[in-house]
């Protein structure tokens, strides 16, 4: 099978927008005929819904490292990313589906909850006795925050948490690391999964549910704004409902993962300041990648003149900053991107 054909039935198979799979298998064998003696890498970047912040942030990286055969060089004012890698954001249920593909070599690389990625690395939760998981789990960079939106209907009269009780609630998909952010949250308010109705939708269903007035509330851990939030917003359809209290920071001390954080006011249209949880975004790797590899990724996301892009491509793309790139991941970081942290380090120092 060649590797066109690869793409093909990837495309047809994973992702969920049948146009950019075509544009970027034609785009694939325009660029393997303009430099057939260049060798071509392709990049499969798992991200998340695309009504959420992973599919755009996980585009926008890939934008960074793809180095395209026969463009102009980085010093002339050509792509500054890695050559012949062609990167490309696919879409996933989240981030246990992408630390599930990257374990299993059906994507390359992915975004991920820390919270998850660490779960992960020891084995527990959903990840539980997962070996592959404990040894070859590595992180090339801590990307940025994403907070806990609890997304309530309007004519739901939902005040509180504890008003959860008895309503229709989506907790998203098994596979997400929404998931399993809302079931200790649900369960630091002492709310079972009795005590409620559960919907299973992703955020796109979640959001035609609520319109349809067959859904309550739901939770989504995004990075502001999150379109999905953003649309129902506009509409006046929706609320956001804050995460305080005792429970709160007892979720937080049991879980160090959860951090404060304020959605400010005004991120979406007619809603005020929403205090609220969060956990950071990962870019999530096998340590079975080549040292080489993952280093001239690595150079290739903070190579300076990427700035522009990562401040003009999306919100949360300016929080992404190399000062905070090795926050909470510790040992986890994999060997070709602590190569290039080590160098940048050297050079500081020198």
């Given amino acids: 099978m060649t590797e066109k054909t690869r793409q093909e039935k990837g495309c047809r198979r994973r992702s969920v927008i049948g146009i950019f799979c075509l544009s970027f298998i034609l785009g694939m064998s325009a660029l393997t005929a303009l430099a057939p003696a260049q060798s071509v890498t392709f990049f499969r970047i798992g991200t998340g819904s695309t009504s959420g912040t992973y599919f755009p942030i996980g585009t926008l990286i890939g934008t960074t490292i793809t180095g395209p055969p026969g463009s102009r060089s980085c010093e002339d004012g050509g792509s500054c990313g890695v050559p012949g890698l062609i990167a490309a954001a696919q879409t996933t249920r989240g981030s246990v589906a992408n630390i599930k593909g990257v374990l ?20 527990q ?23 806990v939106h609890l997304v ?14 008895g309503k229709r609630i989506s907790i998203d998909l ?11 949250i649900l369960s630091a308010y ?3 999964e009795k005590d409620y109705i559960p919907v299973t939708a992703n955020p796109d269903k979640s959001i035609r549910f609520l319109q349809e007035n067959k859904l309550d509330a739901f939770f989504f851990v995004a990075g502001y704004p999150a379109t999905a939030v953003a649309e129902l917003a506009s509409n006046g359809l929706v609320d956001l409902l804050p995460i305080t209290g005792k429970e709160a920071q007892d979720l937080i001390q049991a879980h160090p993962f959860f951090s404060t954080s304020d959605i400010p006011a005004g991120t979406y249209t007619g809603i005020g300041e929403v205090e609220t949880l969060a956990v950071s975004t990962q870019w999530i790797v096998s340590a ?3 040292d080489d590899l993952v280093y001239a990724i690595t150079r290739a996301l903070w190579h300076p003149r990427n700035r522009v892009l990562l ?3 999306h919100a949360k793309g300016r929080l992404i900053r190399l000062e905070t790139a090795l926050e909470g991941v510790g040992d986890l970081l994999h ?15 020198g």
């Fill in 190 to 192: 002492k709310i079972g």
């Fill in 174 to 184: 098994s596979g997400s690391g929404t998931r399993e952010n809302a079931k200790a």
């Fill in 152 to 165: 309530v209907r309007k004519a739901a009269n939902i005040k509180t948490v504890a008003d959860l009780k």
């Fill in 125 to 147: 939760g959903v990840f539980k006795g997962n070996k592959q998981a404990q040894k070859d789990l590595r992180v090339i960079a801590n990307l940025y925050p994403e907070n």
């Fill in 288 to 290: 079975k990648m080549e």
């Fill in 104 to 123: 299993s070599g059906n994507l390359e690389t992915g975004l991920a909850q820390s919270d998850i990625v660490h779960a992960a690395a020891k084995g």
């Fill in 335 to 349: 060997s070709g991107a602590r190569r290039f942290y080590m160098e940048i380090r050297s050079e500081e120092d």
């Fill in 311 to 313: 401040d003009g491509g």
